[in-house]
């Protein structure tokens, strides 16, 4: 709740262990502050959340975080070296090579780290005068790479392609599906080709649940996730 208004309210759903579940929702419908809920950014003003039907609040707060690997639109582009961007993931396996390599090859940051004259100790950035700047869908990429380094119980991508091109963004959640196997997953995107892969698809609008379920389901509905999705395809005709 934001002085009188209220961001969400009403919300009722379970994100089962292993499962890959999907935000849907037009601006302002209340995806992002959900997630910041479930990472304890903010406390709930009602209700609570529970992890293991004990609520979020009994547990100590770093240690619950430590369950999360995050990546948002807005992430942070550090001026650091390519080798420290990744490594912010899990900073303390800084010097574990393999480590970085796996994270780099699992996010397609590799691809980055080839074309760079120094590497992984490249510095990154304007400011210094060796710095090499980077495109955004390559700083995405590095930025992907933090969430395969942390090794997090759930993984939470807020936006986190929306600088690749389609095919760029499609193969790489096709990687993620496919890497994440077994773990819990939540997912924000505003291409539905995207959002079809994941195993339920939750739809907010003003703050609450609208619809919840498969994408077959969804479009069966005939509700707003189906007149967005054909909206979206009618696009690409």
Excluded: C
């Amino acid at each position: 709740m934001i002085g009188k208004a209220w961001v969400v309210r009403n919300i009722n759903f379970e994100l089962k262990a292993g499962e890959k579940l999907a935000f849907v929702g037009e601006n302002g419908a209340g995806k992002t502050t959900l997630i910041k809920l479930l990472l304890r950014f903010y406390e709930p003003t009602e209700g609570e959340i529970l992890l293991d039907d004990i609520p979020v609040k009994e547990y100590d707060q770093t240690q619950y975080q430590q369950y999360f690997g995050v990546i948002f639109q807005d992430f942070v582009k550090f001026e650091l070296t390519l080798r420290e961007n990744i490594a912010m993931g899990e900073i303390e396996e800084i010097k574990n090579q393999e480590r970085i390599d796996s994270a780099a090859e699992k996010s397609l940051a590799n691809e980055v780290v080839t074309g760079l004259p120094r590497g992984y100790d490249q510095q990154l950035g304007k400011r210094f005068k060796q710095g090499k700047d980077l495109s955004g869908g390559q700083w995405q990429k590095i930025a992907i790479a933090r969430a395969y380094m942390k090794d997090a119980e759930v993984l939470i991508l807020d936006e986190p392609t929306s600088a690749l091109d389609a095919r760029a963004e499609t193969e790489a959640f096709d990687r993620f599906i496919k890497l994440t196997e077994g773990k819990t997953a939540v997912i924000i995107s505003h291409r539905f080709s995207t959002v079809r892969i994941a195993d339920r698809i939750m739809v907010l609008k003003n703050g609450a649940v609208l619809e919840i379920g498969t994408h077959q389901e969804l479009m069966q509905n005939d509700k707003l996730y189906a007149e967005l999705f054909n909206l979206q395809a009618q696009g690409y005709q």
